[in-house]
């Protein structure tokens, strides 16, 4: 298997717009997770989905930012519109029953 | 929630020398991970142990549930060992990372 593959790698974008960060899990896993990693905050978790379903969403930080997970193979995080601080890497992992995670490579985000 | 405490939170070794991380959790956990952040800011797994000991070469860790916490062992280590080491648990489907040790090995 190849891995989580997230995509893009880099982003860069103005305030205002709107961004989509995308996720494919490794096939079987079917608990994904979106992370976000800053320098002052670290590595938060803002959504995990157990079966495609939301499981907890309360670490998303705004209305601003919304996830879906629409099969077991693909999920988006969505951020409309985006702002300076949301500037970060973007993590998806995935893991089979919720036991060991495996992490992609994250999405650089950069909104000026 | 849970609370993830990692220490020491910097560690400066000189390679060849051996090195054990911390990380103390503040309630029970179903899961326990150790990852390894590279320069490139890839996170590589290196344990999933919510208890017990295991080993994979020159890393070793070991999870004491019942006394919420668990180590990681480095031995002989090697410049590639260099970055962050993150400790992360799982409470109640809800994981949580600790802050990292930031580890430098120095040839």
């Known amino acids: 298997d190849a891995g989580v593959i997230q995509s893009p790698r880099h982003e860069v974008t103005e305030m205002g717009q709107e961004v989509t960060l995308r996720c494919k899990p490794i096939?079987?896993?079917?608990?994904l997770f979106w992370y976000r990693q800053t320098m002052m905050r670290g590595l938060e978790l803002l959504i995990y989905?157990?079966?495609?379903?939301?499981?907890?969403d309360s670490g998303m930080p705004e209305d601003r930012f919304s996830a879906k997970m629409p099969n077991a193979s693909f999920s988006t995080l969505k951020i409309q519109p985006s702002e300076p601080r949301d500037s970060a890497v973007y993590f998806c992992?995935?893991?089979?029953?919720?036991?060991?995670?495996?992490f992609g490579q994250g999405t650089r985000l950069t909104v000026v | 929630g849970i609370q993830v405490e990692q220490s020491p939170p910097d560690l400066i070794l000189q390679e060849g020398a051996n090195s054990t991380l911390r990380c103390n959790f503040s309630?029970?956990?179903?899961?326990l991970q150790w990852f390894h952040q590279n320069p490139w800011g890839q996170l590589i797994n290196l344990f999933y142990?919510?208890?017990g000991t295991k080993q994979n070469g020159r890393l070793s860790a070991t999870t004491v549930a019942t006394e919420r916490y668990s180590l990681l062992y480095i031995s002989s280590s090697q410049t590639t060992d260099s970055g962050v080491y993150f400790c992360?648990?799982?409470?109640?489907?809800?994981?949580?990372f600790g802050d990292g040790t930031t580890l430098t090995v120095k040839p």
């Open positions: 992992a995935s893991s089979p029953e919720n036991t060991e995670a495996f």
């Open positions: 096939s079987g896993h079917n608990s």
């Open positions: 989905f157990n079966n495609n379903v939301p499981i907890d």
């Open positions: 309630d029970s956990v179903n899961n």
């Open positions: 142990i919510p208890s």
């Open positions: 992360a648990v799982t409470n109640a489907g809800k994981s949580t």
